[in-house]
C-alpha cells in the first residue's frame, strides 16, 4: 500500500493517471497533457543548463515535455515515499523517463543525498523548485523537511564548490605533474604487530609527544605533513608522512626530512615537496583522495590507492592511511581541531616563521592572535575552535561512525579500534603510463571528460565576470585544452 495514491484511472484524453487516496487527482481529469503544456510555457530559463526540482510526479506528462523543452537540464523529481514511486512507475510515461539519463526520482527523505550527488553548479543555474499544486495540497506535512533537505544539500555544495572555485587550476597543475613524476624501487615492510600513532599538529601535542618518545619501538607513528618539523625537533623520525596539501607553503614541512620515513602523497599535493624528497633519494608514495582527474588516472595504474580525506582534512586522511595499512589499535594525537593559548604545536614551519619575526611590537602571542581570530571564534569551556574546524572535527567523527571505528576520548588522545580488513596493497614503484594517460585525454572530447574536468571549470567560471556571456560549454573546452598542453 502506498502513502499517497489508491489507484490509477483514465483521464478523458487516453493519459493514465493517478488517484490519490482522497479522490482527488494531481493532473487534469479530462485532458492532462494540454495542462502540462500549459504550465511549461510559464517557465523560461536564460540558458540550456538548469536544474529542476519538482515536487510530484504524478502522470510524468509535465515531467516529460519539461525534459523535451529543457533536454541538457536536470530534473529532480520527487514523491513522498519509495512506495509511493514504485506505485508511480505502472506507469509507462513514468518507467520511459526513468531511463532518461537528466531525470532523477527521489524520495523526500532520500531528497538531500540526490541533491547532493546531481547538482554541479559549475554547470547548471540555481535550482529552481516547481510544484505540481495538487500534490503539494496533499502534502502538507512534509513540505518543510523538503525544503530543510534541499537547503541542507546546496550549504554542503555550496561548501565544496568554492574550495573547487579557488583550488581548481592548482589541483590541476599538482595532478598532471605529479603523475609525471617517476619513482626508484624499494622495499617497505609494516610491523603490524605494533600500535599506530596517527601524530597531528595541534598545540596539544606538546603535552603528549614525550608517551610516544618514549615509546616509539612500540607504535608504527604516521605524521600529518604539518607536525613533521615539530617531530624532527624533538628527535622523532615517523614512519610514514602524509601530505594532501595543494599549496606551495607545503613544501615548508619537509625541510631536513628524514631519509628513513615513508612519504604518502595525495595526487593534489604540491609536487615540489615531492620532487625535493624523491631528488634526497627519499621514498614517495602516491595515491587518490577522491579527485574525479586522479580517479580517472587510477584506470591507468595498479598502484594508485586510495585514501580517504573527509571534508578535507589531513587528519582524517593519516587515519585512513593506518587503517588502510592494517592497524587494528590507533592513538590519535594532537587532533584537536581547536586552540588553546596558539594554534599549533611548537616546532612547526609557522610556529618556526613567527618565532623569526617577533620583536616588542610583534609578539608571538599577537601573532597567533591574528590567524585565531580571522575568522569568528566559537568558545566552549575546553577550547576556542571555528566552523571550519568544527566541521572538520564532525567530518573526522562521521569517518569513524560510518567505518565502525570504536573510539574513546580522553587527555586529548582520541584511541581507536578498527575492525583491520585486509591491508590494502601499496605498491613501493609507479606502474603510471603518463603517454597513454596523455593521449587519452588528447583523444577525448571535452564532453567527454566533464567529471574529470569539473573543479578546473569551477575556478575558470570564478575568475570570469559575473555578466560573461560565455556558457558552460565553453569552460569546459578552455579546461581540456589545459589539460592536453602538457608533454610527456
Same mark, same amino acid.
Given at each position: 500500500m502506498t502513502e499517497l495514491y489508491y489507484s490509477l484511472m /483514465? @483521464?478523458?484524453?487516453?493519459?493514465?493517471?493517478?488517484?490519490?487516496?482522497?479522490? %482527488?487527482?494531481?493532473?487534469?481529469k479530462y485532458n492532462p497533457q494540454k495542462e502540462a503544456e500549459s504550465i511549461l510555457q510559464g517557465i523560461s530559463c536564460k540558458t540550456k543548463y538548469n536544474y529542476f526540482i519538482i515536487l510530484?510526479?504524478?502522470?510524468?506528462?509535465?515531467?516529460?515535455? $519539461?525534459?523535451?523543452?529543457?533536454?541538457?537540464?536536470? =530534473?529532480?523529481?520527487?514523491? %513522498?515515499s519509495e512506495k509511493d514511486l514504485d506505485f508511480l512507475l505502472q506507469i509507462d510515461t513514468v518507467k520511459k523517463l526513468? +531511463?532518461? @539519463?537528466?531525470?532523477?526520482?527521489?524520495?523526500? +527523505?532520500?531528497?538531500?543525498?540526490?541533491?547532493?550527488?546531481?547538482? $554541479? &553548479?559549475?554547470?547548471?543555474?540555481? &535550482?529552481?523548485?516547481?510544484?505540481? %499544486?495538487?500534490w503539494k495540497n496533499e502534502n502538507q506535512d512534509i513540505i518543510e523537511l523538503i525544503?530543510?533537505?534541499?537547503?541542507?544539500?546546496?550549504? =554542503?555544495?555550496?561548501?565544496?564548490?568554492?574550495?573547487? @572555485?579557488?583550488? !581548481?587550476?592548482?589541483?590541476?597543475?599538482?595532478?598532471?605533474t605529479n603523475l609525471q613524476l617517476s619513482e626508484k624501487k624499494f622495499e617497505f615492510q609494516i610491523d603490524r604487530s605494533k600500535k599506530a600513532a596517527v601524530l597531528a599538529a595541534g598545540p596539544s601535542l606538546e603535552k603528549s609527544i614525550s608517551k610516544i618518545i618514549e615509546?616509539?619501538?612500540?607504535?608504527?607513528?604516521?605524521? /600529518?605533513?604539518?607536525? $613533521?618539523?615539530?617531530?624532527?625537533?624533538?628527535?622523532?623520525?615517523?614512519?610514514?608522512?602524509?601530505?594532501i596539501d595543494g599549496q606551495a607553503v607545503s613544501r615548508e614541512h619537509f625541510q631536513n626530512c628524514p631519509n628513513d620515513s615513508l612519504y604518502f602523497f595525495d595526487l593534489c599535493a604540491n609536487p615540489s615537496a615531492a620532487k625535493h624528497i624523491i631528488k634526497k633519494g627519499g621514498k614517495v =608514495?602516491?595515491?587518490?583522495? !577522491?579527485? &574525479?582527474?586522479?580517479?580517472?588516472?587510477?584506470?591507468?595504474?595498479?598502484s594508485l590507492p586510495h585514501i580517504f580525506s573527509g571534508a578535507g582534512t589531513v587528519t582524517i586522511a593519516a587515519v585512513d592511511l593506518a587503517v588502510k595499512l592494517g592497524f587494528e589499535k590507533?592513538?590519535?594525537? !594532537? @587532533?584537536?581541531?581547536?586552540?588553546?593559548?596558539?594554534?599549533?604545536? %611548537? !616546532?612547526?614551519y609557522l610556529h618556526t616563521l613567527y618565532s623569526l619575526s617577533e620583536n616588542k611590537l610583534q609578539s608571538l602571542e599577537k601573532q597567533y592572535d591574528r590567524l585565531m581570530y580571522r575568522t569568528p571564534l566559537i568558545i566552549t569551556d575546553e577550547k576556542k575552535t571555528t566552523e571550519l574546524l568544527e566541521a572538520y572535527r564532525k567530518s573526522f567523527l562521521e569517518y569513524l561512525s560510518l567505518n565502525s571505528i570504536k573510539y574513546s576520548y580522553q587527555d586529548n588522545e582520541?584511541?581507536?579500534?578498527?575492525?583491520?580488513?585486509? &591491508?590494502?596493497?601499496?605498491?613501493?614503484?609507479?606502474?603510471?603510463?603518463f603517454s597513454a594517460f596523455l593521449n587519452y585525454c588528447k583523444r577525448s572530447k571535452a564532453e567527454e571528460l566533464e567529471i574529470p574536468l569539473l573543479p578546473y571549470v569551477a575556478y575558470l567560471k570564478n575568475r570570469a565576470a559575473a555578466d560573461s556571456k560565455f556558457e558552460y560549454l565553453y569552460f569546459l573546452k578552455l579546461a581540456h585544452t589545459f589539460i592536453v598542453r602538457y608533454n610527456n
Open positions: /483514465t @483521464a478523458k484524453n487516453g493519459s493514465v493517471i493517478p488517484v490519490l487516496k482522497n479522490g %482527488r487527482t494531481v493532473d487534469s510530484g510526479i504524478g502522470s510524468g506528462l509535465f515531467i516529460k515535455e $519539461l525534459s523535451k523543452k529543457f533536454g541538457q537540464s536536470r =530534473i529532480i523529481a520527487v514523491e %513522498r526513468k +531511463d532518461n @539519463a537528466n531525470v532523477f526520482f527521489t524520495s523526500a +527523505d532520500k531528497l538531500s543525498e540526490t541533491v547532493c550527488s546531481t547538482y $554541479l &553548479p559549475a554547470k547548471y543555474e540555481k &535550482p529552481e523548485i516547481i510544484e505540481q %499544486r495538487a525544503s530543510s533537505n534541499i537547503n541542507k544539500a546546496l550549504r =554542503i555544495i555550496s561548501a565544496d564548490y568554492s574550495v573547487q @572555485a579557488h583550488f !581548481g587550476k592548482i589541483w590541476m597543475h599538482n595532478i598532471m615509546n616509539k619501538n612500540s607504535y608504527f607513528v604516521i605524521a /600529518t605533513d604539518t607536525a $613533521l618539523q615539530a617531530l624532527i625537533k624533538y628527535k622523532c623520525h615517523p614512519d610514514a608522512v602524509i601530505s =608514495i602516491y595515491f587518490s583522495s !577522491g579527485h &574525479p582527474l586522479s580517479s580517472l588516472a587510477s584506470d591507468f595504474t595498479d590507533i592513538s590519535v594525537l !594532537g @587532533a584537536d581541531f581547536g586552540f588553546w593559548e596558539k594554534a599549533y604545536t %611548537r !616546532g612547526t582520541y584511541s581507536l579500534t578498527s575492525n583491520a580488513p585486509s &591491508p590494502q596493497t601499496f605498491h613501493s614503484s609507479s606502474t603510471f603510463n
